[in-house]
């Protein structure tokens, strides 16, 4: 069960994104708040599934190696933007892109819980938010928000999209740590357990077994 603290929203700030500690993020995003305003409209959701990915030396990655191309350039920015790429031509994926320049660190959002402009979420999945299904997976969670690939390299700060702690914490027991969903190719690194999530959490995607 999440613990709610008493304190009022903040927004993460920019320093938050320049940490170098891709793993500690993927975890401590648990539980922020992820915000849209589209025309004006607001929603958003408690993430409860995280992936990392670990730039050059992380075989899942798209900066793996080093490999630079239109695309993954935005991975090789400064921490505190978004790297949204089109996955099997149908799902937008959306990520924050962390630490400092030149090293392109990136966690995944997977999963939200809906909390904020919730008839919005349900017009934008044609679904109950009670489903599961609205914003399991990281092609749900980003519809469910309205993310497309206009929020390539949109600052994580500003008024479109941002991030806010609410005061929801997680104990470690709530929290669990496996492999990665889908990156088979990557060989070895397949199996490094950068997968976060919030145990029990119906919003997660499957497999959601420790």
């Known amino acids: 069960m999440s613990q709610y603290s008493k304190n009022e929203p903040v927004r993460l700030g920019f320093s938050y ?3 170098q500690d891709v ?3 993927a975890k401590d995003l648990l539980g922020k708040v992820l915000y849209t305003q589209i ?18 030396q992380d075989k899942a ?12 350039e935005t991975l090789y920015r400064q921490g505190g933007i978004s790297y949204v790429y089109l996955c099997y031509g149908i799902h937008n ?24 402009g919730i008839d919005l ?3 934008r999945r044609n679904m109950p938010a009670a489903k599961a299904a ?14 497309d690939r206009t929020f390539n390299e949109k600052d994580l700060t500003g008024e479109e999209i941002w991030v806010e702690d609410h005061g929801i914490r997680y104990p470690d027991d709530a929290i669990a740590a496996l492999p ?25 995607s499957k497999p959601n077994k420790v």
């Open 17 to 19: 994104y320049l940490n």
């Open 23 to 25: 793993l500690f993020l």
């Open 39 to 56: 025309d004006g409209a607001i929603s958003a959701g408690i993430i409860v599934e995280t992936e990392a990915y670990f730039g050059v």
């Open 61 to 72: 990655s798209h900066a793996y190696g080093g490999r630079r191309t239109n695309r993954t």
């Open 93 to 116: 994926l959306f990520n924050m892109v962390t630490s400092v320049e030149g090293e392109p660190h990136a966690v995944l959002i997977r999963a939200i819980e809906p909390l904020i």
């Open 121 to 123: 979420i349900e017009a």
């Open 134 to 147: 609205i914003s399991s997976g990281p092609g749900s969670a980003a519809k469910a928000l309205g993310i």
């Open 180 to 204: 990665r969903v889908g990156v088979a190719y990557a060989q070895e690194d397949a199996l490094l357990p950068w997968r976060f999530f919030v145990k029990d959490n119906k919003y997660v």
